[in-house]
């Protein structure tokens, strides 16, 4: 029942203590519980990862990297295209969440796509650059989410595309154009999300803006399940590394 399944994903976000020496064994603590559940909660939770990454490019024989893409879902919004692109990675430090990858990959007969358990700060696709990166609801999960952003960079051909979506808080003084949180906002979700080990940050858009040429930011906010008086912040971005 779905209900039963929501009460489950909420018991390890909210209650179930995350234990684990490293980051990879505190992720594996986290999703291993929930694995089979993830996907329908999470669709509910996490907005706009359809339409960011159906507006991304898709070159013909593109190399995608999708980091901390976990059960693969993200993977779906690509399944008018996939059969264009060369090789889809799907890089994730939880195996109960790859293993679900694999299997939807397997069912789907996606056999351009890998489920990779490997490290964001990182990984590097075996034929050495990507065309595009994306990041979908991780780099708050990612502990040195700088050098995520910069390994991306990195591993990315010049023109290649990189494609965020995720909680965020505003600055108190935000830059040009971006929207302005209240006390509230900026003071709250912060440590309600530090209890799952997820760390909306202030500086996840300016960095971004720092290292690539910035084609779309959108700033939004949506309603959390179950707590329906509550919307939390999430943004989306792309940007473009700049040609050599």
Do not use: C
Not at 2 to 26: E, I, N, T
Not at 103 to 119: H, T, Y
Not at 124 to 135: M, N, Q
Not at 210 to 220: G, P
């Amino acid at each position: 029942m779905p209900f039963l399944a929501d009460m489950k994903v909420l018991y390890h976000m909210l209650l179930k203590p995350v234990r684990g020496d490293d980051h990879a064994q505190r992720m594996e603590s986290f999703y291993g519980g929930q694995a089979g559940a993830y996907d329908d909660f999470r669709r509910r939770l996490l907005k706009g990862r359809e339409s960011l990454y159906q507006q991304l490019p898709k070159p013909e024989g593109a190399v995608w990297v999708d980091m901390g893409g976990g059960t693969g879902s993200n993977i779906e919004n690509l399944a008018d295209s996939i059969d264009r692109l060369k090789k889809v990675y799907v890089v994730d430090l939880s195996e109960s969440l790859l293993n679900v990858a694999s299997k939807r990959f397997e069912e789907k007969g996606w056999s351009n796509a890998k489920a990779v358990v490997a490290d964001a700060t990182t990984f590097t696709p075996e034929a050495g650059l990507a065309d595009v990166v994306t990041f979908s609801y991780s780099l708050t999960m990612i502990p040195d989410w700088f050098a995520a952003i910069e390994n991306a960079k990195r591993i990315l051909k010049p023109g290649g595309h990189i494609g965020v979506v995720d909680f965020y808080v505003g600055r108190k003084y935000p830059q040009e154009e971006m929207k302005k949180h209240g006390w509230l906002s900026r003071t709250l979700w912060q440590p309600w999300f530090a209890t799952d080990n997820v760390f909306p940050s202030k500086d996840h858009i300016p960095f971004l803006r720092h290292h690539f040429s910035q084609t779309h930011l959108d700033e939004q906010r949506n309603r959390m399940p179950y707590v329906p008086l509550l919307k939390t912040p999430y943004y989306q971005f792309i940007g473009q590394k700049k040609e050599a």
